[in-house]
């Protein structure tokens, strides 16, 4: 069995502070004209923040891919499933996904994995490269693209 780690961090957070702040923003307006008290703005403030950041941290903590035999494993806080490496067309790398059910703690400089005939899924190991190394050294017609360019099997 080999283990690999997810991508770990704070700057996956910042787009979901972003976010956060975007949607806390009219919430202060109306906070305002209704003459809410401060300290009620504060503390939706504190919580909203504190409850991303916490939720995040176990995310974290309970994500990992795995290769056992020949399939590769994955497991997050409420995802976990496997995919049969043979059936592995191509592996996108380095390359970012916002919108997808994927068991992944980043949505920047991971890998989009296309299986069967219309499957993909999104994940963010520590280490990339060795991960695609691992998967194309069990299954080698995988096609390996990054952002720009289709990477030939020396290039791995």
């Given at each position: 069995?080999?283990?690999?780690?997810?991508?770990t961090?704070?700057?996956?957070?910042?787009?979901?502070y972003?976010?956060t702040?975007?949607?806390?923003?009219?919430?202060?307006?109306?906070?305002?004209?209704?003459?809410?008290?401060i300290?009620v703005?504060?503390?939706l403030?504190?919580?909203?923040?504190?409850?991303i950041?916490?939720?995040?941290?176990i995310?974290?903590?309970?994500?990992?891919y795995?290769?056992?035999?020949?399939?590769?494993?994955?497991?997050?806080?409420?995802?976990?499933?496997?995919?049969?490496?043979?059936?592995?067309?191509?592996?996108?790398?380095?390359t970012?996904?916002?919108?997808?059910?994927?068991?992944?703690?980043?949505?920047?400089?991971g890998?989009?994995?296309?299986?069967?005939?219309?499957?993909?899924?999104?994940?963010?190991?520590?280490?990339?490269?060795?991960?695609?190394?691992?998967?194309?050294?069990?299954?080698?017609?995988?096609?390996v693209?990054?952002?720009?360019?289709?990477l030939?099997?020396?290039?791995?």
């Amino acid at each position: 069995m080999i283990n690999f780690g997810p991508q770990t961090g704070i700057k996956p957070l910042l787009p979901i502070y972003g976010f956060t702040t975007l949607i806390l923003i009219p919430t202060f307006i109306i906070f305002i004209s209704t003459k809410a008290d401060i300290i009620v703005w504060c503390g939706l403030l504190l919580f909203s923040y504190t409850f991303i950041s916490i939720a995040y941290f176990i995310a974290q903590k309970t994500t990992r891919y795995w290769i056992e035999g020949d399939f590769l494993h994955y497991k997050t806080l409420f995802l976990k499933g496997k995919i049969a490496i043979h059936s592995i067309r191509k592996l996108e790398v380095n390359t970012s996904c916002w919108l997808s059910n994927k068991p992944s703690t980043s949505n920047t400089k991971g890998i989009i994995i296309y299986f069967n005939k219309y499957d993909d899924t999104f994940i963010t190991p520590e280490n990339n490269t060795e991960l695609v190394n691992e998967l194309v050294r069990i299954n080698p017609t995988i096609e390996v693209f990054t952002k720009d360019r289709h990477l030939s099997k020396k290039d791995i």
